[in-house]
């Protein structure tokens, strides 16, 4: 198993760019989880989805958008690039049904908005 | 509103040398509290789940404890290589996918 994968690792962007960071995972996981990381301050919830077709918003979904087509795929696409969204961003998933609090996690997609 | 506290931001130990760190949160109906540890560069990888007050669990040299208000999680004996960044999270009430991170505290073993 790969567990969750993440691309790509590392990217610039110019204000006003758009793009997509991809996040797939192997393990059949029905829960599906962006947060993004900023220096010295603690994970936030971008977006979440329980399942194929169905998405929610997290703490700090505005610039954010995402889908769910799949099971394994769960893509966030930002659009009109800002400063403010330069981070790390983590895909994570969940196994039961119950939402238990442990997530795999992806290794991370490093985005710098200049 | 959820909040989730983590002392020390910084804690650098001898090898051998042991220790606690502090999460403290404030939650109403806590579901559960999480402990991740964070190496540089990585995503965060799960150790632990609390669910009430009084619980305990245990892996290798780590040991994770929740009162009503607050966790430790105390490191026994600590190599260089516990060194990492621990996170801790809290799970919102029902009905909320959401969980409260704390900011972390980076630990750094000195051998």
């Known amino acids: 198993n790969a567990g969750v994968t993440q691309t790509p690792k590392f990217r610039i962007l110019k204000i006003g760019q758009s793009m997509t960071l991809q996040c797939a995972q192997d393990?059949?996981?029905?829960?599906m989880y962006w947060y993004r990381q900023d220096p010295g301050m603690g994970l936030k919830l971008i977006y979440y989805?329980?399942?194929?077709?169905?998405?929610d918003k997290g703490e700090v979904p505005n610039g954010y958008n995402v889908s769910r087509s799949t099971t394994e795929d769960f893509p966030l696409r930002l659009e009109l690039a800002a400063p403010s969204q330069t981070s790390v961003y983590f895909c994570?998933?969940?196994?039961?049904?119950?939402?238990?609090?442990?997530?795999?996690f992806g290794e991370g997609s490093r985005l710098t908005v200049l | 509103e959820d909040q989730v506290t983590q002392s020390p931001e910084a804690l650098r130990l001898q090898e051998g040398e042991s220790s606690s760190l502090n999460c403290s949160y404030t939650?109403?109906?806590?579901?559960?509290l999480f402990w991740y540890r964070q190496d540089p560069g990585k995503g965060p990888e799960f150790l632990f789940t609390l669910y009430s007050a009084g619980e305990e669990k245990e892996k290798e040299r780590l040991k994770a404890t929740l009162t009503k208000k607050e966790s430790f999680l105390h490191i026994t004996a600590p190599k260089p290589e516990d060194s990492a960044t621990y996170l801790c999270a809290v799970q919102a009430p029902r009905g909320s996918e959401k969980l409260v991170f704390g900011k972390g505290t980076k630990l750094t073993v000195n051998p």
């Open positions: 393990m059949n996981h029905n829960y």
């Open positions: 939650v109403s109906g806590l579901r559960g």
């Open positions: 989805s329980v399942g194929a077709g169905i998405t």
């Open positions: 994570a998933s969940s196994y039961k049904t119950g939402y238990t609090g442990e997530l795999f």
